[in-house]
């Protein structure tokens, strides 16, 4: 009988030290942002599978749908297990300043409160405002922190840029870049 109840006692805090550990590294920002600004955007989530944009990699993502059937938002993306990480390959929402994006981005991150990491390709209207802030004689890391879509990541818990993630092709109109949760990506 004492064994079972130092073998239960042993369990019982094996499990909770391990379970602390884990809460610890949990995100709970975007759960919470979804909980008190969902009524507040319009429309509801669907789930999508299997989406292309290219018609060579595929990804699952979330659209946000009006009444009507309207999809006014979407996000794409790719979890890897190994690196605990998201790589958002495609993010557009069709009315602006509506936190439908933000929506978006946090409704992923809920479904993987264990990432530590975004990989983002900036849209248009996000290279726009890099651009922008470059031609204002910004460096590459102050122009990035100007556009919007560092700005939801910051929002939702992701405020570190990794530097050396920082891959810039203006001729292409193209700006790769990775934000996580900890400094120095960790």
Same mark, same amino acid.
């Given at each position: 009988?004492?064994?079972?109840?130092?073998?239960?006692?042993?369990?019982?805090?094996?499990?909770?030290?391990?379970?602390?550990?884990?809460?610890?590294?949990?995100?709970?920002?975007?759960?919470?942002?979804?909980?008190?600004?969902?009524?507040?955007?319009?429309?509801?989530?669907?789930?999508? @599978?299997?989406? *292309?944009?290219? #018609?060579?990699?595929?990804?699952?993502? %979330? +659209?946000?749908?009006?009444?009507? &059937?309207?999809?006014?938002?979407?996000?794409?993306?790719?979890?890897?297990?190994?690196?605990?990480?998201?790589?958002?390959?495609?993010?557009?929402?069709?009315?602006?300043?509506?936190?439908?994006?933000?929506?978006?981005?946090?409704?992923?991150?809920?479904?993987?409160?264990?990432?530590? @990491?975004?990989? *983002?390709?900036? #849209?248009?209207?996000?290279?726009?405002? %890099? +651009?922008?802030?470059?031609?204002? &004689?910004?460096?590459?890391?102050?122009?990035?922190?100007?556009?919007?879509?560092?700005?939801?990541?910051?929002?939702?818990?992701?405020?570190?840029?990794?530097?050396?993630?920082?891959?810039?092709?203006?001729?292409?109109?193209?700006?790769?870049?990775?934000?996580?949760?900890?400094?120095?990506?960790?």
């Amino acid at each position: 009988m004492i064994r079972m109840a130092t073998f239960l006692v042993w369990v019982i805090f094996f499990n909770a030290s391990a379970n602390c550990e884990w809460a610890f590294l949990r995100n709970t920002t975007p759960r919470q942002y979804l909980e008190n600004h969902d009524l507040q955007v319009i429309g509801e989530f669907r789930s999508l @599978k299997d989406e *292309t944009t290219d #018609g060579f990699y595929f990804y699952d993502g %979330f +659209s946000r749908v009006l009444d009507t &059937g309207e999809e006014v938002g979407r996000v794409l993306y790719q979890y890897n297990p190994e690196k605990n990480s998201l790589f958002i390959s495609h993010m557009n929402v069709k009315l602006k300043k509506q936190k439908i994006g933000s929506a978006l981005l946090a409704k992923v991150l809920a479904e993987y409160p264990h990432v530590t @990491k975004i990989r *983002t390709n900036l #849209g248009l209207d996000n290279f726009r405002a %890099f +651009s922008g802030a470059k031609s204002l &004689g910004k460096s590459d890391l102050e122009a990035l922190k100007e556009t919007a879509a560092y700005k939801m990541r910051r929002k939702l818990g992701f405020p570190h840029i990794n530097k050396k993630s920082i891959d810039v092709e203006m001729e292409d109109e193209s700006v790769i870049f990775e934000v996580s949760r900890f400094p120095d990506g960790e």
